[in-house]
């Protein structure tokens, strides 16, 4: 099913969370919506002690998740990869000593492994995010690995790892304009004003630097060496732990990404929410806000992720339950507003 953007104020409306005023139109807001706020911060910009440049913020995926047919399995990502797969990105305790990428498909009743790689990259303690776009246009997705901590430029540092060499080489290393900062940082590739080159998404969460979440894109056609567009947010900054920023959907159909802030912990609701900023309305108007059919935990044990799961060409959003006992998945249905679930509690134990 398509939703409209029509559609989409219809369930913004009927699903507010907490939403005050200019949510009556049918056109998006471009006056702050007052959401449960992700900080109670205003104006100063002034470092959160649990948050600031001497305490950075703590990533979701510092958990450690044993997964069943992975030998010393104990640091693991989940990125999305070529139509309906999804990677997992073994970065520390692997049997190779070298950072491990394995795929796996769902195949309507179950997970089944695809492929493992022994890649180029050596293990590290979570100083990577991950992506996976054509970087050379041989048909072969890479996978880029931006380095965000700990690097010798100092800045935010892209490395990609060549897929058609099963990730044995690297294609790419460099620095970027983009200095390494205390806060929060999520990442995204995509190609964002269309000249088929592949560009880098920042997201920006960094109270000691400014109030708002900032949009940054890093211009693939000068290898990530000009900032082709940069914004702030009508969203706070200090999102921590209790938020994950996805930028890899376009909710509303007008073919520009939108920002998904999904707010998994400390909601008023009990539930997880999905809040979507309009890519199209520089990240000033909020075209979803959604009570999601999850309830939070008060670890931060989930991780999600925007794939299009089932095929029908609509984002779904992919849940990870994290637990010291394994892995347990769910997909929330796109096609259905993100209001049901397409597979729920699946134990990740995927076939050969
Ligand atoms: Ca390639
Ligand atoms: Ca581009
Ligand atoms: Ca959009
Ligand atoms: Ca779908």
Redesign the pocket.
């Known amino acids: 099913m398509k939703v409209s953007f029509t559609t989409c104020v219809g369930i913004v409306l009927l699903t507010l969370i907490g939403c005050s005023s200019g949510d009556k139109s049918s056109t998006p807001t471009t006056s702050s919506v007052s959401l449960v706020p992700p900080t109670t911060q205003s104006g100063g910009g002034a470092p959160n002690p649990s948050s600031g440049p001497t305490s950075p913020v703590t990533d979701a995926d510092d958990d450690v998740v044993s997964i069943p047919g992975i030998p010393h399995a104990s640091y693991f990502d989940l990125v999305d990869a070529k139509a309906g797969e999804l990677a997992l990105i073994q970065n520390l305790g692997t049997s190779s000593q070298w950072t491990e990428i394995y795929f796996v498909k769902w195949d309507g009743s179950k997970f089944n492994w695809r492929g493992r790689f022994v890649s180029a990259l050596h293990t590290h303690a979570n100083e990577f995010e991950y992506a996976f776009a054509d970087y050379n246009g041989d048909g072969f997705y890479d996978l880029y690995c931006l380095k965000t901590k700990n690097t010798n430029t100092n800045s935010l540092e892209v490395h990609i790892l060549d897929g058609r060499s099963g990730y044995s080489r690297f294609l790419l290393h460099t620095g970027t304009p983009i200095p390494l900062s205390s806060g929060h940082i999520a990442i995204e590739v995509?190609?964002?004003?269309?000249?088929?080159?592949?560009?880098i998404i920042v997201m920006r969460d960094d109270p000691a630097r400014q109030p708002r979440v900032e949009v940054e894109?890093l211009?693939?056609?000068t290898t990530f060496q000009t900032q082709?567009y940069f914004r702030r947010t009508i969203l706070s900054t200090n999102v921590g732990d209790n938020y994950q920023l996805l930028h890899s959907g376009d909710i509303n159909y007008d073919w520009v990404t939108d920002l998904f802030a999904i707010k998994k912990n400390n909601t008023a609701s009990g539930n997880v929410e999905a809040h979507v900023l309009s890519g199209a309305h520089n990240y000033e108007a909020w075209i979803l806000n959604k009570r999601l059919p999850k309830a939070m935990t008060a670890d931060d044990t989930q991780d999600y992720v925007l794939i299009d799961f089932d095929g029908d060409r609509v984002q779904d959003l992919v849940v990870l339950n994290k637990s010291a006992g394994g892995l347990t998945i769910d997909v929330i249905s796109g096609a259905s507003g993100l209001a049901s679930f397409i597979i729920k509690d699946v134990a990740f134990q995927p076939s050969l």
Not at 190 to 199: A, F, I, L
């Open positions: 995509g190609d964002t004003n269309r000249d088929y080159v592949q560009d894109h211009s693939g056609a082709q």
